[in-house]
């Protein structure tokens, strides 16, 4: 007992801060940390958009019903934002390392499992796991960048993380469409493997284990149920929303459920001893400018991009690689922007490049409001790129504040809440967004239909479609001679470009609220703790 409490005591002692001791050969090397966790981290975000790519051939392959092909993008979405902070909690409790190489195993694995399943219920079931999986890796990445990178450091380290990310996620039509496309649907899971392989080898002899010396030591039990609760009605009503719609009872009843999970979650953390989150967390009110920074950026970037997919592939006509080759220049500016963004905010603090990269989205998304049927590459390109450029601070930024500014010993908390604030933004943008978009559809169609003196349709014509044009493509009947065939998709076009644009501009509107959000931001108090975190 007395050594342990002398040791205890050496732990407390104070290191400086802008110099950690040297690591010792490779193992905690703070570069070659980054480097390993990069490559985890890539796995799971090039997961989030090469299956989108995969879906139509496993559900042709596999005979699967188009709600069956949902759940394979929203089991795995559900898994992955509610447990997110519970896995984070996870790995301050045991260590980020073990947590994080137990996350690429088993999402690996998951993955592997998939290529090999021939019914669409195990596909499901391994999706959810992956979702599992993903959600121990990604916030011990982050906490494992906080412990190896001195305060100086860190911004620069999240820029390469967020480049990776930003790359990897922009980057999966264009791989998932070349594999899907040249091998098979099964490729795009079994690629995987080999990356995992290499992620679980690098951590092996690269990643040293961190503890802070007061991280918990219990588990609030109470608390991961009601916040799971939370975060399953709270997704679940956003997946659901366009199905049920926004005005039917069920939707509220999940919203309703969820709120009052949240309500009761946050009564029970304030008693607790050792609460999931502990609510001082948020007195910050920097952290906490941060997560509302995530969400709103993510509400912009992924409601917004949700519709360019289906812009460049449905009224452009492109395949799937040719629209991922198009968003390139939304994917190399992220890539050149996050390192530049991370030496920009570790000499001037966070607030200017935040705001500054949230007024550069705004105009971006402005821009993409403007957009046209017959709009030529180069103009669809400069406002790519901008918002890759304005993407990119924002993205570097308020992970920093977020991470920064949370006590070591909750650093993986902090990083699952800025996960599960991009993943609930992303879901509220297409949500959000998709419902202006349903919405401005439904008011045109009809008039448009009209005017290019089409046959009239019945209500439950229009209304089908109504859904075809919300995706740009064109319901044309399959005899219909070719000069009404192109009435009806110069039709489709104008009328899906007016509800993309509002949706835009409506996500201009969120990224102008988001410039204000900026202001509140400043650089994390705590960064420098990283610096002397235990080695274990």
Known sequence: MTSQTTADKADKAPEPVSAPTPAKGLRGHPWLTLFSVAIGVMMVALDGTIV??????????????????????????????????????????????????IGVIGFAAASGAIGLSDTIPLVVTFRVLQGLFGALLMPAALGLLRASFPAERLNMAIGIWGMVIGASTAGGPILGGLLVEHVSWQSVFFINVPVGVLAVALGLFILRDHRAENAPRSFDVLGIALLSAAMFCLVWALIKAPEWGWGDGLTWTFIAASVLSFVLFAAWESKVKEPLIPLGLFRSVALSAGVVLMVLMAIAFMGGLFFVTFYLQNVHGMSPVDSGLHLLPLTGMMIVGSPLAGAMITKTGPRIPLAGGMLLTAAAMYGMSTLEAGTGSGLMSLWFALLGLGLAPVMVGATEVIVGN??????????????????????LGTAVLGAVMASKVDSDLADNWAKAKLPPLSPADLDKAAEAVQVGIAPVPPKAPPSVADQITSVTHDTFMSGMGMACLVATGVAVVAVFVAFLAKRGTNAEAGAGAVHI
């Open 52 to 101: 989108a790519i995969a879906n139509p051939a496993i559900q042709a392959d596999l005979g699967a019903t188009f709600a069956e092909v949902q759940w394979i993008t929203n089991g795995y979405f559900l898994a992955l934002a509610v447990s997110l902070i519970t896995a984070g909690k996870l790995g301050d409790r045991f260590g980020h390392r073990q947590t994080y190489l």
């Open 406 to 427: 949370a006590p070591m010993e909750l650093s993986g908390v902090a990083g699952g809440l800025q996960q599960a604030a991009m993943q609930i933004g992303g879901s």
